[in-house]
């Protein structure tokens, strides 16, 4: 059952940047996060972010270039990618859960999902 909602994907070139934004009854889940899946492979965790606390978490894969944030005033929790890479090229999913995160997130235990939206870097 799809709860959440993802915009934003689109085409970019190498260097680029876009933002993913997710939308849906976030203020009921304490944890909300992004994965992707890159063709013809398995979907795999970007980061995450706590919104009661403040605290964010983020793959290595994009640590210093996507930033996931909390918008309060569009109910949205945003993802902007800088310095895209051919590399990021996937389906970008939102899911929320209702624990405590961590690992199990990580791992794609969540409680709500979006269908996913699509980002395409071109060299």
């Known amino acids: 059952q799809v709860q959440l909602a993802e915009s934003g994907g689109g085409s970019v070139q190498a260097g680029g940047s876009l933002t993913l934004s997710c939308s849906g009854s976030?203020?009921?889940?304490?944890?909300i996060g992004w994965f992707r899946q890159p063709p013809g492979k398995e979907r795999e965790w970007v980061a995450t972010i706590y919104p009661y606390v403040g605290v964010t978490d983020y793959a290595d894969s994009v640590k210093g270039r996507f930033t996931i944030s909390q918008d309060s005033a569009k109910n949205t929790v945003d993802l902007q990618m800088n310095s895209l890479k051919v590399e990021d090229t996937a389906l970008y999913y939102c899911?929320?859960?209702?624990?405590?995160?961590?690992?199990?997130?990580?791992?794609?235990?969540?409680?709500?999902w979006g269908q996913g939206t699509k980002v395409s870097v071109s060299p």
């Open positions: 976030l203020y009921s889940y304490t944890t």
């Open positions: 899911a929320a859960a209702r624990h405590g995160g961590g690992e199990s997130f990580r791992q794609g235990t969540a409680h709500a």
